[in-house]
């Protein structure tokens, strides 16, 4: 007789599907299923949380899967706040919007100015947790964030940003004052990337990328 859980099996091996990773906490919307798995915790690191905001922004900028994709196609309107950013956009995010610009600004930071970077355990009730860490400071934190032109147009966290850059137009607007600040924005020429900044009026009136 077939195997009739071959299909789950391959979309996450088994220590994916161990009840202590965040995965399971984080990744869909069933709440009476994460009740059962994890008991009370649930209640407070549910995949709005700020434990897996951490936890999302960090696994996707390492490496986007399955996981990944299936939570940034989720088109639901986000009634909780984006723990992780403070940004300001003029349309409405949802929670795939979350995760997608969450993970940008994990994956292009290269510097937190005034900030410290501080760990903990996702789940400080269970021993094998993983840890998350986050920044702090008593002081405003300035994020830079830069990216790399050689890989950037094969980069699918901003691809996706791309598609719909205005949820994420304070990230656009750091890489490009970075770079041009470090005299590397020239380097983003014929890319994805170049060719927004080119085709923006905001950005032509700041020298494009001259």
């Known amino acids: 007789m077939k195997n009739s859980y071959s299909t789950i099996s391959k979309f996450g091996n088994h220590q994916k599907s161990s009840i202590s990773n965040p995965l399971t906490y984080c990744v869909g919307d069933n709440r009476i299923a994460s009740n059962f798995l994890h008991g009370s915790t649930s209640v407070t690191l549910g995949p709005e949380s700020k434990n897996c905001q951490l936890f999302m922004s960090q696994y996707c900028s390492e490496k986007w899967d399955g996981f990944c994709e299936v939570v940034s196609n989720n088109r639901e309107l986000s009634y909780y706040p984006n723990e992780l950013s403070r940004t300001y956009v003029q349309v409405p995010l949802s929670k795939g919007d979350y995760l997608i610009v969450n993970t940008a600004k994990n994956k292009y930071l290269v510097d937190m100015i005034n900030g410290t970077k501080k760990s903990e355990p996702f789940d400080p ?27 950037i147009d094969n980069d699918i966290v901003m691809n996706k940003i791309l598609e719909n850059p205005k949820i994420a137009y304070d ?29 923006q009026t905001f950005f032509k009136n700041k020298g494009g990328l001259n």
Do not use: H
């Open 125 to 151: 009730n269970v021993a094998a947790s993983p840890y998350i860490s986050y920044w702090d400071s008593k002081e405003t934190m300035v994020p830079i964030y830069k990216v790399n032109p050689k890989t």
């Open 171 to 199: 990230l656009l607007l750091n890489i490009y004052n970075n770079m041009k600040r470090d005299k590397t924005l020239q380097q983003l020429k014929n890319t994805k990337l170049g060719n927004f900044y080119e085709s």
